[in-house]
């Protein structure tokens, strides 16, 4: 039985869960998206451009599937938008604490009858507790 | 495809479109693999069609790949995609060939950003996925 999903979840937290950036991962992640960049496949480019190691590329964090808050039943989600916003790129041995935060649930009458819109928040810090990325996931849920 | 030169851009320029091979069914497996959707909708086409879909879709979040690999492609080794914010509107399938398009919205010369407008369409102006990125150049010391 999902979580009633309306405004008194708004502001609930997940607990964090951490995440090792793998240079594996990395690779294989760029590989099925087809995306060539050297600074996800060549770390002596990655390197000399000063980073150190391989970059991961932007929607990475996808990667990081981090428990939220309440249970929404994944039949019933369509994914709505999605936003990635970063204070510096991820990189190969990064370790990455993430938790999810219910930012908003809005209720909607729409094509397929009456929908939910939820804002999920994902926030990522390294290990010396810096910010690294904020995820803003927009969810239909019908 | 060239990195983006800051001394030549400006806003509402244009840049070359990123055309991408099209989708195969076995990229939709690879990305479920590496980012671990594992939602059948994306893989299984009997699973597609239980939930009214016409076959498999591909994930949302690959189109956004797209994007991605397009900002990236854009910034080089100059900088870094700072931000990323996309909407899906329309489904995309197995065999569709994504063309991903941008125009320079905004030049912060003090920032060093640029910003553009994406979108990823198989068909000309109707983009499947739509969004902007805020790609952060270093400055230049």
């Known amino acids: 039985m999902a979580t009633q999903l309306d405004e008194s979840v708004v502001g609930m937290t997940s607990s964090p869960q951490e995440f090792e950036v793998e240079r594996g991962a990395i690779r294989r992640f760029a590989e099925a998206v087809g995306d060539p960049n050297p600074l996800y496949h060549d770390e002596a480019h990655a390197r000399a451009c000063g980073y150190a190691g391989l970059l991961a590329p932007p929607t990475f964090p996808t990667t990081f599937r981090v428990a939220l808050p309440i249970e929404i039943d994944a039949a019933r989600i369509l994914h709505g938008e999605q936003e990635y916003a970063y204070t510096r790129p991820i990189v190969a041995g990064d370790v990455i604490r993430c938790a999810t935060t219910i930012r908003s649930v809005r209720q909607r009458e729409g094509s397929l009858g009456k929908m939910t819109i939820v804002v999920i928040e994902t926030t990522g810090t390294d290990r010396a507790g810096q910010p690294v990325f904020t995820g803003t996931s927009t969810i239909i849920v019908h | ?141």
């Open chain 2, 1 to 141: 495809m060239p990195q983006l030169d800051w001394s030549t851009i400006t806003v509402g320029q244009e840049l070359p479109p990123l055309v991408k091979p099209p989708i195969t069914k076995k990229q939709l497996v690879m990305y479920a693999g590496a980012s671990g959707d594992f939602n059948l909708i994306h893989t299984d086409v009997e699973t597609a069609r239980e939930v009214g879909l016409p076959g498999i879709i591909a994930h949302g979040m690959l189109s956004m790949g797209f994007l991605a690999h397009y900002a990236g492609e854009l910034v080089g080794d100059q900088g870094f995609v700072q931000r990323l914010k996309v909407r899906f509107s329309g489904m995309v399938f197995p065999g569709d060939v994504l063309t991903c398009r941008a125009k320079v919205t905004a030049k912060d010369e003090q920032a060093r950003t640029i910003t553009l407008k994406l979108s990823a369409e198989r068909e000309a102006d109707k983009p499947l996925t739509s969004g902007e990125a805020v790609l952060q150049l270093r400055n230049q010391s």
